[in-house]
């Protein structure tokens, strides 16, 4: 693992240096494989950044989005991460329908949408057995109890192993949400962070030692690259 820890100045600067990257990582892609893969978070931190994106003059016939968590409420509903994506993003540029892969939140359960998902996900990267496919980029945030995509401190998620998708729980709300391991699969994991709320939990995912399982964040150890992009808030008492 190659990791990274970079603090900017405030969250425009954390939003620039995000797309940044994110484009860079796009052309390598593209330029070597001839498509993208990114997983995207939800949440009011990434929204300037999707902002941002769609501002941009890209090949959209060879990008292709995924979610890392999904609420499990229906794609109009206000609480979703797809419709955030869209409004911000994909309903301003001229991408193929099919390539946006969102999560499925109207099935039956939740057990089922996590399948289904699974089930599209290896489909699309023509994956066989117990491998995990690399996208190449999982944008991720993290919670200030250190949680990341919908992978909580202490639920059942956090021991799924051998699937792409599972299904988690906040506050005995279900969720959608790649495991970990299939988080680690990915050639580039990026974590943006903002706010001085976030610096406790942080001291313990940057810690030596400290339980996993309590501040889940620490399970993102990817075999690609792994990057901390953080706002000076957060990332005050990491700046050396």
């Given at each position: 693992?190659?990791?990274?820890?970079?603090?900017?100045?405030?969250?425009?600067?954390?939003?620039?240096?995000?797309?940044?990257?994110?484009?860079?990582?796009?052309?390598?892609?593209?330029?070597?494989?001839?498509?993208?893969?990114?997983?995207?978070?939800?949440?009011?931190?990434?929204?300037?950044?999707?902002?941002?994106?769609?501002?941009?003059?890209?090949?959209?016939?060879?990008?292709?989005?995924?979610?890392?968590?999904?609420?499990?409420?229906?794609?109009?509903?206000?609480?979703?991460?797809?419709?955030m994506t869209r409004r911000a993003?994909?309903?301003?540029?001229?991408?193929?329908?099919?390539?946006?892969?969102?999560?499925?939140?109207?099935?039956?359960?939740?057990?089922?949408?996590?399948?289904?998902?699974?089930?599209?996900?290896?489909?699309?990267?023509?994956?066989?057995?117990?491998?995990?496919?690399?996208?190449?980029?999982?944008?991720?945030?993290?919670?200030?109890?250190?949680?990341?995509?919908?992978?909580?401190?202490?639920?059942?998620?956090?021991?799924?192993?051998?699937?792409?998708?599972?299904?988690?729980?906040?506050?005995?709300?279900?969720?959608?949400?790649?495991?970990?391991?299939?988080?680690?699969?990915?050639?580039?994991?990026?974590?943006?962070?903002?706010?001085?709320?976030?610096?406790?939990?942080?001291?313990?995912?940057?810690?030596?030692?400290?339980?996993?399982?309590?501040?889940?964040?620490?399970?993102?150890?990817?075999?690609?690259?792994?990057?901390?992009?953080?706002?000076?808030?957060?990332?005050?008492?990491?700046?050396?």
């Open positions: 693992m190659n990791k990274t820890v970079e603090v900017l100045p405030d969250q425009p600067a954390l939003v620039a240096r995000a797309l940044e990257l994110i484009l860079s990582k796009l052309k390598t892609a593209i330029e070597q494989r001839g498509q993208f893969t990114i997983a995207l978070s939800g949440g009011s931190t990434p929204k300037p950044l999707y902002e941002a994106i769609a501002t941009q003059k890209l090949p959209w016939d060879k990008i292709h989005i995924f979610w890392g968590d999904e609420r499990y409420v229906p794609p109009d509903h206000p609480d979703s991460n797809e419709l993003w994909l309903d301003r540029v001229e991408i193929p329908a099919a390539n946006i892969h969102p999560v499925p939140t109207l099935e039956a359960n939740p057990q089922l949408a996590a399948a289904k998902y699974e089930q599209h996900l290896k489909e699309f990267f023509n994956s066989s057995g117990g491998e995990f496919p690399a996208l190449d980029v999982v944008l991720l945030g993290m919670g200030d109890d250190a949680h990341t995509a919908s992978l909580f401190p202490h639920t059942e998620a956090l021991k799924v192993r051998d699937r792409l998708v599972t299904v988690g729980n906040k506050d005995g709300n279900p969720r959608i949400s790649f495991t970990y391991p299939f988080i680690n699969a990915a050639s580039s994991v990026i974590f943006l962070v903002a706010g001085a709320n976030k610096r406790p939990a942080l001291a313990q995912v940057f810690a030596p030692v400290a339980d996993d399982f309590t501040y889940p964040s620490r399970l993102i150890r990817p075999q690609g690259e792994l990057w901390w992009l953080l706002d000076a808030a957060a990332g005050l008492e990491l700046q050396h």
